[in-house]
T-cell receptor, first 113, second 111 residues
Framework: ETGVTQTPRHLVMGMTNKKSLKCEQHLGHNAMYWYKQSAKKPLELMFVYNFKEQTENNSVPSRFSPECPNSSHLFLHLHTLQPEDSALYLC????????????FGQGTRLTVV | QQPVQSPQAVILREGEDAVINCSSSKALYSVHWYRQKHGEAPVFLMILLKGGEQKGHDKISASFNEKKQQSSLYLTASQLSYSGTYFCGTGTTSGTYKYIFGTGTRLKVLA
């Protein structure tokens, strides 16, 4: 148990579907992040939220839409995805403070068919 | 730009040592190391806050050369449980607080 919980753990969706990934942290952190991890590739930062405000969108296509209703919850809304979007999506949280570590959720394994 | 790690992959026998390097083209103000086992979340190992610092716990240690913008992770007398992918990372406050991770090193320890 890392204190960061992601649901669902696995998701298979068609290219015309709409789905959402959920992330919840119980660590009292004020920063949350979405990362994409494709097979044999590095962790790619997608979105950053500091104090519930989106502070970075790392050139992510608009078919990915994040939402952060409060400092404990983060969503990633998905629609009209492509097969190349299949990957492990990791949520992380931290304090907005230098020299502190990030805590990761277990990830959602997404397969787009 | 992501820090670059080397080697990309390494296979060891139990009891052997390994070194994983992390090099950045930008200034590093701190270095984090994480390990991710297959199908699991990355787990924080340690953080180095200033140049010249060395840290370790158990048989895993790290060093940070701030001037060279490099860090190295040392695994001695490796155990089966060390298998996984290792990432270096850095926290940055340029504009927004976020973590950028390195390219990753896949480590496999064989019995």
């Amino acid at each position: 148990e890392t204190g960061v919980t992601q649901t669902p753990r696995h998701l298979v969706m068609g290219m015309t579907n709409k789905k959402s990934l959920k992330c919840e942290q119980h660590l009292g952190h004020n920063a949350m992040y979405w990362y994409k991890q494709s097979a044999k590739k590095p962790l790619e930062l997608m979105f950053v939220y500091n104090f519930k405000e989106q502070t970075e969108n790392n050139s992510v296509p608009s078919r990915f839409s994040p939402e952060c209703p409060n400092s404990s919850h983060l969503f990633l809304h998905l629609h009209t995805l492509q097969p190349e979007d299949s990957a492990l999506y990791l949520c992380a949280s931290s304090q907005v403070q230098e020299n502190t570590e990030a805590f990761f959720g277990q990830g959602t394994r997404l397969t787009v068919v | 730009q992501q820090p670059v790690q080397s080697p990309q992959a390494v296979i060891l026998r139990e009891g052997e040592d390994a070194v994983i390097n992390c090099s950045s083209s930008k200034a590093l103000y701190s270095v984090h190391w994480y390990r991710q086992k297959h199908g699991e979340a990355p787990v924080f190992l340690m953080i180095l806050l200033k140049g010249g610092e060395q840290k370790g716990h158990d048989k895993i240690s790290a060093s940070f050369n701030e001037k060279k913008q490099q860090s190295s992770l040392y695994l001695t007398a490796s155990q089966l449980s060390y298998s996984g992918t290792y990432f270096c990372g850095t926290g940055t406050t340029s504009g927004t607080y976020k973590y950028i991770f390195g390219t990753g090193t896949r480590l496999k320890v064989l019995a």
